[in-house]
DNA sequence: CATTCGCTTCGATCCCGCCCGAAGCATTTA
DNA sequence: TAAATGCTTCGGGCGGGATCGAAGCGAATG
């Protein structure tokens, strides 16, 4: 019992100074960003910067791709990306309506990218949909799968066969697809791999957009044409 | 977006300080506890717990329940929990295993209340169990709720009749009972009022029995039986 | 090989916040 | 009322860590 504690406090610190974790909000988009990248976006010296990202190391909270002269980093996993949404829950809390009803918010709470997957008030008609479609199924065991006929949808979806044949292959593992808490909707959305690539694949599309924040998302045209077709 | 940052950076802060960090610790077992009491189970003087408790209640991260010259604190609610757990679980993402398997760890790891639920092994059988048994069963939209027969269930656990009726009243609320993350197990527990009212009647049953540090639970012998007849 | 670019390490400064002693306030008990 | 208990506020000392300038290192570019 008294192990634990202090690299608890450890870890709030490290998310705790203002430069780390807004470079912690950015990555919370998903896209991997360089470390002059993450500098200019907090406005601080690349040398402040260098620091304070070989301390999110340290803590495990980042991954460092290295790449040329360039060093790309993402959040280290999904649990990290929990953490950090369940974190704003508690930040929001205090006045979620009137802050979320600004003007500013109003594309983030609609549709943003959570780690790497769809989240907002899309992101939970996305699991709505996919339940009541059958595309996702409860199992005996109350775990989230892919139905035997999603094959179907995904079809809809523009999916290629080999990719269909992908995701059912995956299907299998453990976090392929599970539900989790939407801090603005209050409601639960889709995370897990088959999340993570339904998102990548609107993208692709062209059906959603990533803002210049690489968090908020934006439904294009076409992409409302066909969302509204395979969410109902 | 630039906002919510600085707030997001200063609850970290909140829970960074080693000390308060135990004191959530503390209470993430679910029961109140007064401020002298948290000062001594930290190791710090009176005056200088008062200053972080107050921090605590400025944060919004504990509530405050003053009766006589007595202080007594909580956290503040079921978001708070799910923060500390979702650290938790990050604090112990490196080595699970060798953490837990260690004996120290052994009670914390079979069964334990997490803010006010059942969690770690024995939490994750309760879910499997109630879901197996149609105690609980996923609705249309995928949420959770309690059965048409569940009433059967929860008589063999002794709840009386009029507990019975005031649960079926209260299913319909949100977040009366829903699935959550658990750090220990990887997988889903129950979490909610529902959760909640499970847990203070085993213990109030003798069944379950709460260690002095609050967190971890022994099965009674009795306990044992009981269990293992409602769980299968 | 020399230069530029991206990033890191070192050193010095400075500020924030944790800490406890002392004093003060409120509630309960004698 | 007086004394004890639980808790808070004030003041000053002190340490940890954030910051940036300067210098160093490795990779790409010419």
Same mark, same amino acid.
């Given at each position: 019992m008294r192990s634990p504690e202090p690299r608890f406090a450890y870890i709030a610190s490290v998310i705790a100074e203002p430069s780390r974790a807004r470079?912690?909000?950015?990555?919370?988009g998903g896209e991997a960003r360089s470390a !002059?990248?993450?500098a200019r976006a907090v406005s601080i010296t690349p040398q402040t910067a260098s620091t304070h990202l070989a301390q999110l190391l &340290?803590? !495990?909270?980042?991954? /460092? +791709? @290295?790449? !040329?002269?360039?060093?790309?980093?993402?959040?280290?996993? @999904?649990?990290?990306?929990? /953490?950090?949404? @369940?974190?704003?829950l508690v930040v929001e809390r &205090? &006045? %979620? +309506?009137? +802050?979320? &009803?600004?003007?500013?918010?109003k594309p983030l709470k609609y549709a943003r990218s959570c780690y790497c997957h769809l989240a907002g008030e899309l992101g939970v008609r996305q699991r709505d949909a996919l339940l009541a479609q059958r595309v996702l199924v409860h199992g005996a065991d109350g775990a989230l799968t892919l139905s035997q006929d999603a094959a179907k949808w995904l079809?809809? @979806?523009?999916? !290629?066969?080999?990719a269909i044949a992908s995701l059912q292959r995956d299907a299998t593992k453990k976090?392929?697809?599970y539900s989790c808490m939407d801090w603005s909707e209050r409601r639960? #959305?889709?995370?897990? %791999?088959?999340?993570?690539?339904?998102?990548? #694949?609107? %993208?692709?599309?062209?059906?959603?957009?990533?803002?210049?924040?690489? +968090?908020a998302l934006a439904t294009t045209p076409p992409g409302v044409r066909a969302l509204s077709m395979l969410f109902g």
């Amino acid at each position: 019992m008294r192990s634990p504690e202090p690299r608890f406090a450890y870890i709030a610190s490290v998310i705790a100074e203002p430069s780390r974790a807004r470079m912690l909000a950015l990555l919370l988009g998903g896209e991997a960003r360089s470390a !002059g990248e993450l500098a200019r976006a907090v406005s601080i010296t690349p040398q402040t910067a260098s620091t304070h990202l070989a301390q999110l190391l &340290d803590a !495990g909270l980042v991954k /460092l +791709r @290295a790449q !040329g002269r360039h060093r790309y980093f993402t959040l280290a996993d @999904a649990d990290v990306a929990h /953490l950090l949404e @369940a974190l704003s829950l508690v930040v929001e809390r &205090d &006045d %979620v +309506r009137s +802050r979320w &009803d600004t003007p500013a918010y109003k594309p983030l709470k609609y549709a943003r990218s959570c780690y790497c997957h769809l989240a907002g008030e899309l992101g939970v008609r996305q699991r709505d949909a996919l339940l009541a479609q059958r595309v996702l199924v409860h199992g005996a065991d109350g775990a989230l799968t892919l139905s035997q006929d999603a094959a179907k949808w995904l079809r809809n @979806a523009r999916f !290629g066969d080999d990719a269909i044949a992908s995701l059912q292959r995956d299907a299998t593992k453990k976090r392929f697809v599970y539900s989790c808490m939407d801090w603005s909707e209050r409601r639960e #959305h889709l995370a897990g %791999v088959f999340a993570t690539r339904l998102l990548t #694949h609107f %993208v692709e599309m062209g059906w959603l957009r990533k803002d210049k924040t690489g +968090r908020a998302l934006a439904t294009t045209p076409p992409g409302v044409r066909a969302l509204s077709m395979l969410f109902g």
